[in-house]
Each structure stands twice: as structure tokens, then as C-alpha cells.
């Protein structure tokens, strides 16, 4: 089993950055794809970004590419998500998600292993 544990969240104004951190425990993750996703209110959950096992290989969702950083210490068994260029159209609750494979995937059902969500709130 792996427990995920997402921080970082809060409330910033637009224009503005937050890190996001998704600590993980009971299993080391050097050998799980990690992802984030988030769930605005009243919207379905969505992809964000994605990083391999080893950290090699990052997808970001169209929404999000060149403003969001995924990155990976496997070392701490930790996840980050630099957000950058914050708009209120990203003000969601945001996931943390570990998958049993190496290869990053984009969909919610490849993975195996959830948070419980980290706010973060974007004002105008």
C-alpha cells in the first residue's frame, strides 16, 4: 500500500505561484509513475501532468503546458507540482495519484494509488 499526502495548497491571486508536494509513505514510489490531477467545482476530475519512474519523461495537460512543472525526488518519496502564471480557471482541489508501472499515464483508471487533495484557490 502506498498513502499520499498532498500540501502546498492555498489561496493565491493570479499571476501568482504555489508548489505543490505529494509525500508518499508506506512504499518507496522510485518504481511508480506519478500523477497529478484536479477537480474544479462541479466538473469531472482532470488530468494534469504525469512523470515516469524515473522521472525521464513528463506529459502535461494542454491546459496547463509551459506554466506547470512536474518533478520527482525519489530520494525524499516525494512529488512536486511547480504551478506558475496561476489563473482562477485553475482553482481546484488537486490530486496526487501513484501508479504500479513505470510508464507515466494520462488517464485516472491507471492508477492505483490516490491522496485526498490539496485546495488551491486562484483569485482574480
Known amino acids: 500500500q502506498v498513502q499520499l499526502v498532498e500540501s502546498g495548497g492555498g489561496l493565491v491571486q493570479a499571476g501568482g505561484s504555489l508548489r505543490l508536494s505529494c509525500a508518499a509513505s508506506?512504499?518507496?514510489?522510485?518504481?511508480?509513475?506519478m500523477g497529478w490531477f484536479r477537480q474544479a467545482p462541479g466538473k469531472e476530475r482532470e488530468f494534469v501532468a504525469t512523470?515516469?519512474?524515473?522521472?525521464?519523461?513528463?506529459r502535461y495537460a494542454d491546459s496547463v503546458k509551459g506554466r506547470f512543472t512536474i518533478s520527482r525526488d525519489n530520494a525524499k518519496n516525494t512529488v512536486y507540482l511547480q504551478m506558475n502564471s496561476l489563473n482562477p480557471e485553475d482553482t481546484a482541489v488537486y490530486f496526487c495519484?501513484?501508479?504500479?508501472?513505470?510508464?507515466?499515464?494520462?488517464?485516472?483508471?491507471?492508477?492505483?494509488?490516490w491522496g485526498q487533495g490539496t485546495q488551491v484557490t486562484v483569485s482574480s
Open positions: 495519484a501513484a501508479r504500479g508501472g513505470v510508464t507515466s499515464a494520462m488517464t485516472e483508471d491507471s492508477y492505483d494509488y
Open positions: 508506506g512504499r518507496t514510489i522510485s518504481r511508480y509513475a
Open positions: 512523470i515516469s519512474a524515473s522521472g525521464g519523461t513528463t
